[in-house]
């Protein structure tokens, strides 16, 4: 009967997420981040969903001056590398706070929806890469020349270079990361693709 109505759970829980924008993600202070909780969290970020974790409960533990802060790095040890998540310390018992996720969800959506200049992130992004170019790879140095938002329901970004092919998965982090420290997108994955300059096409 318990797995019945887990699955029952999951059920409803993905048919929200697929017609939702942002997903508030609640979890319960007293278990912290579950298995469930975490297959959730990766559902909502392959849908490339905005998300917002809630941690329900929070009047029911005990705290002291570090308690926040350590739960909230426990949380994001286990969601990584999606760490730019928003996490609000709830009670839906004494509401504490909720407000304060329904306005933290609101700024989710605004970021999944905002559209960057291409000349902004040409402006800002390109200098990164400059100083610190993608390393060659086969003896191919490679040329990130130019950057643009595609259209989409969620944040997605070309870069156009001469060998998209060989750009790693480390340079591609170094690049989200820079592209979050310049642009609010807190809650919200972003995908990154490399194309070819002159074939245009994506890698």
């Known amino acids: 009967m318990t797995e019945d109505l887990e699955f029952y759970s999951v059920m409803r ?15 319960d202070a007293t278990a912290g981040i579950t298995s469930q909780d975490l297959k959730i969290f990766h559902l909502c970020e392959r849908n490339r969903k905005g998300v917002v974790i809630l941690v329900n409960k929070w009047d029911l533990m005990e705290k002291d001056t570090n308690t ?3 739960m909230e790095a426990a949380i994001r040890e286990r969601i990584a590398p999606f760490e730019d998540v928003p996490i609000v310390f709830t009670s839906a018992t004494t509401k504490q706070r909720v407000h304060k996720a329904l306005e933290t969800a609101v700024n989710v959506f ?3 929806t905002q559209k ?6 040409n402006k800002l992004i390109l200098p990164y890469i400059d100083n610190y170019p993608p390393p060659s790879i086969k003896g191919k140095n490679i040329n990130i020349k130019y950057i643009t938002q595609l259209p989409g329901f969620a944040p997605t ?11 790693q998965a480390s340079y591609k982090r170094f690049l989200e990361n820079k592209m979050r420290e310049n642009f609010d997108f807190s809650g919200v994955p972003l995908t990154l693709y490399f194309r070819s300059k002159e074939k245009n096409k994506e890698s």
């Open 157 to 167: 970004f070309a870069f156009f270079c001469n060998y998209p092919q060989y750009v």
């Open 13 to 27: 829980s993905i048919r929200a997420l697929e017609e939702s924008d942002v997903c508030l993600l609640m979890i």
């Open 116 to 121: 960057v200049a291409t000349s902004k992130l």
């Open 110 to 112: 605004k970021n999944k």
């Open 68 to 70: 926040t802060k350590k």
